[in-house]
Nanobody
Framework: QVQLVESGGGLVQAGGSLRLSCAASGRIFSTAIMGWFRQAPEKDREFVAGIKFSSGSTYYADSVKGRFDVSRDNAKNTVYLQMNSLKPDDTAVYYC???????????????????WGQGTQVTVSS
């Protein structure tokens, strides 16, 4: 089992920045991939960014590429999502997710992940 706890959400004006954190505990394999997803009201949960825990290789949704940066601190078992140049369309509940499977592709579907945090609200005002 893996437990994930997000923090760092809040209210920010358009153009501002926020950093989300996801602290992981439990059985995290060396193959683990950590993902960030978001879900706006009445919309499907969508992929935002992912990072392979061991290598640090990253991948992003086109909608956030160049604005968001995902990173990790292996010593703290923590993954971060630095969000810059925020837009009102970025408003959503943001979720951290984990998969221990040994992926050969970059998983970007919610069904690809086995463990989820409780979510943290990000609101961007115009």
């Amino acid at each position: 089992q893996v437990q994930l706890v997000e923090s760092g959400g809040g209210l920010v004006q358009a153009g501002g920045s926020l950093r989300l954190s996801c602290a992981a505990s439990g059985r995290i394999f060396s193959t683990a991939i950590m993902g960030w997803f978001r879900q706006a009201p009445e919309k499907d949960r969508e992929f935002v960014a992912g990072i392979k825990f061991s290598s640090g290789s990253t991948y992003y949704a086109d909608s956030v590429k160049g604005r968001f940066d995902v990173s990790r601190d292996n010593a703290k078992n923590t993954v971060y999502l630095q969000m810059n140049s925020l837009k009102p369309d970025d408003t959503a509940v943001y979720y951290c997710a984990a998969s221990n499977r040994d992926w050969r592709v970059q998983p970007a579907r919610a069904d690809d992940y086995d463990y989820w945090g409780q979510g943290t609200q990000v609101t961007v005002s115009s």
